[in-house]
């Protein structure tokens, strides 16, 4: 199908501690995979994104990984701070030039 | 800030009624997507423009439409509007037409009443 799935849909994670969100999805023709941040009041924000030929990417503190045989990626965010509390989404291009988002994972850092 | 300009931010109208919500994108982007986000849901995709021609559809209601200008602003119609179309509605404007990143507005937060 079209849409991309997306765990869990909140975590809440000890300030310094790692945070993994996953999403998966069908269309095999997918061949890119960003990820947006929202804050409250605000527009999402691309985060980061990486391409199907790729396998990992990584930017400072945020990485993401891809597995296109098993058909689904993972935001990993390490030394999580006060600051990356917000709502993550993950998202999928299509051939059918749509960009379909994953239903969102709440993160809240306690301090 | 992004670059992309959403008017009004905020609208409150009545059922049955009509409403405009305009984009400009970001300099230079050609795509616009449309989408809507209801309380405490992801974002649904609605419509994706480039330079002028529709290049995608997703779920959007018959009540809705959209177009693309030719100096690459967009507008997104809702019409016979229901409770049930209270909702944030996004802008977002890319360079490419299809796999390349969303630049997003910070939205018009629609309520029927």
């Known amino acids: 199908g079209e849409n991309v799935e997306q765990h869990p849909s909140t975590l809440s994670v000890q300030e310094g501690d790692s945070a993994v969100i996953k999403c998966t999805y069908s269309?095999?023709?997918?061949?890119?995979f960003p990820w947006y941040k929202q804050e409250l009041g605000k527009g999402p924000q691309l985060i980061i994104d990486?391409?199907?030929?790729?396998g990992e990417k990584k930017d400072q503190r945020i990485a993401v990984t891809l597995n296109k045989t098993a058909k689904h990626f993972s935001l990993h965010i390490t030394e999580t701070q006060p600051e990356d509390s917000a709502v993550y989404f993950c998202?999928?291009?299509?051939?059918?030039?749509?960009?379909?988002f994953g239903s969102g994972t709440r993160l809240s850092i306690r301090p | 800030d992004s670059g992309v300009t959403q008017t009004p931010k905020h609208l409150i109208t009545a059922t049955g009624q009509r409403v405009t919500l305009r984009c400009s994108p970001r300099?230079?982007?050609?795509?616009v997507y449309w989408y809507q986000q209801s309380l405490d849901q992801g974002l649904q995709f609605l419509i994706h423009?480039?330079?002028?021609?529709?290049?995608a559809k997703g779920n959007i209601l018959e009540r809705f439409s959209a177009q693309q200008f030719p100096d690459l602003h967009s507008e997104l119609n809702l019409s016979s509007l229901e409770l049930g179309d209270s909702a944030l509605y996004f802008c977002?404007?890319?360079?490419?037409?299809?796999?390349?990143?969303?630049?997003f507005g910070n939205g018009t937060r629609l309520t029927v009443t």
């Open positions: 977002a404007s890319s360079a490419l037409d299809r796999d390349s990143p969303l630049h």
């Open positions: 269309d095999s023709a997918s061949n890119y």
């Open positions: 990486i391409r199907s030929n790729v």
């Open positions: 998202a999928r291009g299509s051939s059918a030039s749509k960009i379909i």
């Open positions: 300099s230079g982007d050609l795509s």
């Open positions: 423009y480039y330079n002028g021609e529709e290049r």
